[in-house]
């Protein structure tokens, strides 16, 4: 079992820039393959990035590469979000989770997860 608790949510400038966190409690993190979902109202949730176990692997939603960077600090147990020239469409409330399956390529695709924080609203607006 971890919990997951997201922070760093908030509203900024068309452009800007934004770095989420995730900190998880519980089991070793480090035994967890990490990722980034999204949703903004009335659509669904959808994924953004994905990190595996020791941080070899990362894969990122078309919409966000090259704007967007995944990492992680195991010794922190603590997983980030940066964001960069933010749009007014990434506008959502961002979720972590955390899956117990292990991935490395284009497999971290397809993941599935397993524990789910509570959420952080970003907002990106003029």
């Known amino acids: 079992q971890v919990q997951l608790a997201e922070s760093g949510g908030g509203l900024v400038q068309p452009g800007g820039s934004l770095r989420l966190s995730c900190v998880a409690s519980?089991?070793?993190?480090?035994?967890?393959?990490m990722g980034w979902f999204r949703q903004a109202p009335g659509k669904e949730r959808e994924f953004v990035t994905v990190?595996?176990?020791?941080?070899?692997?990362?894969r990122y939603a078309d919409s966000v590469k090259g704007r967007f960077t995944i990492s992680r600090d195991n010794a922190k147990n603590t997983v980030y979000l940066q964001m960069n020239s933010l749009k007014p469409e990434d506008t959502a409330v961002y979720y972590c989770?955390?899956?117990?399956?292990?991935?490395?390529?284009?497999?971290?695709?397809?993941?599935?997860?397993?524990?789910w924080g509570q959420g952080t609203q970003v907002t990106v607006s003029s």
């Open positions: 989770a955390a899956s117990n399956s292990v991935c490395s390529g284009s497999a971290c695709y397809r993941v599935r997860y397993d524990y």
């Open positions: 519980g089991r070793t993190f480090s035994s967890y393959t």
């Open positions: 990190i595996n176990l020791n941080g070899g692997s990362t």
